[in-house]
């Protein structure tokens, strides 16, 4: 799915569109060398402007009427030919075939010219080409070098930010781009047993006054978590879970200072996710990648909320295994297996454009392998794209406050004493593209990161200016 502010269905018109993409039917067509074929209600694999890749049974022209009386049923009227749209569901590519008649062409004739129809198009596609179809598609842009060719040719990702085109997130009544500064999520643990501040902000007033606190020191997010996951953590259950976070949650919703800030919990419960939102939180952050309830894709799906979706294997009682610590090449096998993840999230209805990849620092993970990630963002992002472009650039979360890798490196056995440590790890992982940092400290952590942006900013304006 496209990440393209001005390309992206509402989660409700997506689920029409795929009831449409269902009904089969047979059509008379022409493939890319011209000769005629006759489609017996055989899937074929679609892409639709609006960032949407599909497979569907019908045939091209019936898919052309369902598409129209899509774009009526959303208040498109008849206007100028070429001209300003409330939406526009062209047919960009119909499985491997041409398709030439008074009322359809395929490949649409002007996608070519258009910057705005190629972003999300290669947005949905990944570098590997993995199978005929797709190689088709690359093959009808005329280019030798395909799609990816065309799209440098027409500006590429310098283009991203420019001409109306944003990559977003719908969060909240806004839209957020994560790329225009990385934010800062502090981090408010009710626990008795969090491996840092457990016991600390166990009654209402004292979880108030911290998030008071963070906020003041410059706070975007508020993550709220009723349930340790340190290692070796006992598990509580949903009622224990919601009676901890529940009237914290509504305490902080009714501060006069989280107007304009965003609420997140984490937890890996559906339930709790679904009764958070239903009070006001704005988005789930779920270490487990949905792995330890079956059922939180589709509670997700169905609140649209935005989704942190972690790496970890096993859970917090078993991630420090042996078995779950075993990696040939760490960077390499958490992108798999976090790809693999999101997948799964996106078969399940989670669109990509809301969902948010964290690479687990510090879960199932050993020193080495945190030290890996924490330079390794870079490559994380550019194996998950040999799969999809849309998912490599989903905003980035680390977490790697305080954590005890930090303590062994720097001979801290105290959790607080590693912020000076945290403030070295954040620094490494927003100069490689980290987007949102999850920290205990805020206040200093929120002034390394403005370091951080400023240098970044000051990089890509030098080489601008090189050009």
């Given at each position: 799915?496209?990440?393209?502010?001005?390309?992206?269905?509402?989660?409700?018109q997506?689920?029409?569109?795929?009831?449409?993409?269902?009904?089969?039917?047979?059509s008379?067509?022409?493939?890319?060398k011209?000769f005629?074929?006759?489609?017996?209600?055989?899937?074929?694999?679609?892409?639709?402007?609006?960032?949407?890749?599909?497979v569907?049974?019908?045939?091209?022209?019936?898919?052309?009427?369902?598409?129209?009386?899509?774009?009526?049923?959303?208040?498109?009227?008849?206007?100028i030919?070429?001209g300003?749209?409330?939406?526009?569901l062209d047919?960009?590519f119909?499985?491997?075939?041409?398709?030439r008649?008074?009322?359809l062409?395929?490949?649409?004739?002007?996608?070519?010219?258009?910057?705005?129809?190629?972003?999300?198009?290669?947005?949905?596609?990944?570098?590997?080409i993995?199978?005929?179809?797709?190689?088709?598609?690359?093959?009808?842009?005329?280019?030798?070098?395909?799609?990816?060719e065309?799209?440098?040719?027409?500006?590429g990702?310098?283009?991203?930010?420019?001409?109306g085109?944003?990559?977003?997130?719908?969060?909240?009544?806004?839209?957020?781009?994560?790329s225009?500064?990385?934010?800062?999520?502090?981090?408010?643990?009710?626990?008795?047993?969090?491996?840092?501040?457990?016991?600390?902000?166990?009654?209402?007033?004292?979880?108030?006054?911290?998030?008071?606190?963070?906020?003041?020191e410059?706070?975007?997010?508020?993550?709220?978590?009723?349930?340790?996951?340190?290692?070796?953590?006992?598990?509580i259950?949903?009622?224990?879970?919601?009676?901890?976070?529940?009237?914290?949650?509504?305490?902080?919703?009714?501060?006069p200072?989280?107007?304009?800030?965003?609420?997140?919990?984490?937890?890996?419960?559906?339930?709790?996710?679904s009764?958070?939102?239903?009070?006001g939180?704005?988005?789930?952050?779920?270490?487990?990648?949905?792995?330890?309830?079956?059922?939180?894709?589709?509670?997700?799906a169905?609140?649209d909320?935005?989704?942190?979706?972690?790496?970890?294997?096993?859970d917090?009682?078993t991630?420090?295994?042996?078995?779950?610590?075993k990696?040939?090449?760490?960077?390499k096998?958490?992108?798999?297996?976090?790809y693999?993840?999101?997948?799964?999230?996106?078969?399940?209805?989670?669109?990509?454009?809301?969902?948010?990849?964290?690479p687990?620092i510090?879960f199932?993970?050993?020193?080495?392998?945190?030290?890996?990630?924490?330079?390794?963002?870079?490559?994380?992002?550019?194996?998950?794209?040999?799969?999809?472009?849309?998912?490599?650039?989903?905003?980035?979360?680390?977490?790697?406050?305080?954590?005890?890798?930090?303590?062994?490196?720097?001979?801290?056995?105290s959790?607080?004493?590693?912020?000076?440590?945290?403030?070295?790890?954040?620094?490494?992982g927003?100069?490689?593209?980290?987007?949102?940092?999850?920290v205990?400290?805020?206040?200093?952590?929120?002034?390394?990161?403005?370091?951080?942006?400023?240098?970044?900013?000051?990089?890509?304006?030098?080489?601008?200016?090189?050009?």
């Open positions: 799915m496209s990440l393209l502010k001005c390309l992206g269905l509402p989660r409700h997506v689920s029409t569109a795929r009831k449409y993409l269902n009904v089969s039917s047979l008379c067509l022409r493939t890319a011209n005629s074929i006759e489609a017996h209600s055989q899937d074929e694999e679609v892409v639709i402007a609006l960032g949407i890749r599909a569907t049974k019908l045939g091209p022209h019936e898919l052309l009427a369902t598409l129209k009386k899509i774009e009526k049923d959303l208040g498109r009227t008849d206007g030919r070429y300003p749209r409330p939406i526009d047919i960009l119909y499985g491997k075939y041409k398709v008649s008074d009322s062409n395929i490949p649409h004739e002007r996608i070519w010219e258009r910057p705005f129809v190629i972003a999300p198009l290669v947005d949905l596609l990944g570098s590997a993995d199978n005929d179809t797709v190689a088709s598609w690359h093959s009808f842009s005329g280019h030798s070098g395909g799609l990816f065309l799209w440098e040719k027409l500006g990702e310098s283009l991203i930010g420019q001409e085109m944003h990559r977003v997130m719908p969060v909240a009544n806004g839209l957020v781009d994560w225009l500064r990385t934010s800062v999520m502090g981090i408010l643990n009710l626990t008795p047993d969090s491996f840092s501040d457990g016991g600390n902000f166990q009654s209402v007033e004292s979880a108030v006054s911290q998030v008071q606190l963070m906020i003041s410059g706070a975007d997010i508020i993550d709220i978590g009723a349930q340790s996951t340190r290692p070796k953590a006992s598990r259950s949903v009622e224990e879970e919601l009676s901890r976070l529940i009237p914290v949650l509504e305490a902080v919703k009714s501060m200072e989280i107007e304009g800030k965003l609420i997140s919990i984490d937890t890996f419960y559906s339930d709790v996710a009764e958070a939102v239903s009070r939180a704005h988005l789930i952050n779920d270490v487990s990648a949905g792995q330890l309830d079956p059922n939180m894709f589709k509670v997700i169905d609140l909320v935005p989704y942190v979706a972690m790496h970890m294997r096993g917090p009682c991630m420090q295994s042996r078995e779950n610590l990696y040939d090449d760490v960077c096998e958490v992108s798999s297996e976090l693999s993840r999101v997948r799964q999230a996106e078969l399940s209805g989670i669109p990509t454009w809301r969902i948010i990849i964290d687990g510090g199932s993970k050993k020193t080495e392998d945190n030290l890996d990630i924490l330079t390794g963002l870079p490559a994380i992002r550019a194996e998950i794209a040999k799969s999809s472009f849309a998912i490599s650039r989903a905003p980035i979360l680390i977490g790697p406050s305080r954590k005890r890798f930090l303590g062994d490196i720097c001979s801290r056995p959790a607080i004493e590693r912020d000076p440590a945290t403030i070295a790890s954040i620094t490494a927003v100069l490689g593209g980290a987007n949102i940092v999850r205990h400290n805020v206040k200093d952590n929120c002034d390394a990161v403005k370091l951080c942006d400023a240098l970044l900013r000051h990089k890509s304006s030098a080489m601008k200016s090189r050009r």
